[in-house]
C-alpha cells in the first residue's frame, strides 16, 4: 500500500513561488508519481508526472515552463515548484501514484494523497 502525504500549499501573490511536497511511503519506487489539481467547480487536471525509476518528467501544456518536479531519493519525496504563479492556478493539488509508466488522466493512478490548496491572489 502506497500512502502519500501533500505539504506546501498557501497563500501567494501572482507572479510569486511555492514548493509542494509529498512525502511517499511503501512500495512506491518502481511508481510514477504526479500531481493533480482540482479547482471549485472544475474536474481534476493532470499538472506534472515523475517516473521515479528512470527520472523521466512530462508536464501539462499550462504549466511547462514554470513549474517543475523533481524527486529526493533520500527523503522518498517528490517536489512541484510552481513559479510564476497565475490566479488560474488557485486549486486543491493532489499527489498521486501509479504502477507503470507515466499517465495523465486520474483513473489511471491507484493512489491519492489529501490534497493540499493553493491560492494565488491577483
Known amino acids: 500500500q502506497v500512502q502519500l502525504v501533500e505539504s506546501g500549499g498557501g497563500l501567494v501573490q501572482a507572479g510569486g513561488s511555492l514548493r509542494l511536497s509529498c512525502a511517499a511511503s511503501?512500495?512506491?519506487?518502481?511508481?510514477?508519481l504526479g500531481w493533480f489539481r482540482q479547482a471549485p467547480g472544475k474536474e481534476r487536471q493532470f499538472v506534472a508526472a515523475?517516473?521515479?525509476?528512470?527520472?523521466?518528467?512530462y508536464y501539462a501544456d499550462s504549466v511547462k515552463g514554470r513549474f517543475t518536479i523533481s524527486k529526493d531519493n533520500a527523503k522518498n519525496t517528490v517536489y512541484l515548484q510552481m513559479n510564476s504563479l497565475k490566479p488560474e492556478d488557485t486549486a486543491v493539488y493532489y499527489c498521486?501514484?501509479?504502477?507503470?509508466?507515466?499517465?495523465?488522466?486520474?483513473?489511471?493512478?491507484?493512489?491519492w494523497g489529501q490534497g493540499t490548496q493553493v491560492t494565488v491572489s491577483s
Open positions: 515523475i517516473k521515479w525509476t528512470v527520472y523521466s518528467t
Open positions: 498521486a501514484a501509479r504502477p507503470g509508466p507515466i499517465a495523465t488522466t486520474e483513473i489511471e493512478y491507484n493512489y
Open positions: 511503501g512500495p512506491f519506487r518502481t511508481y510514477t
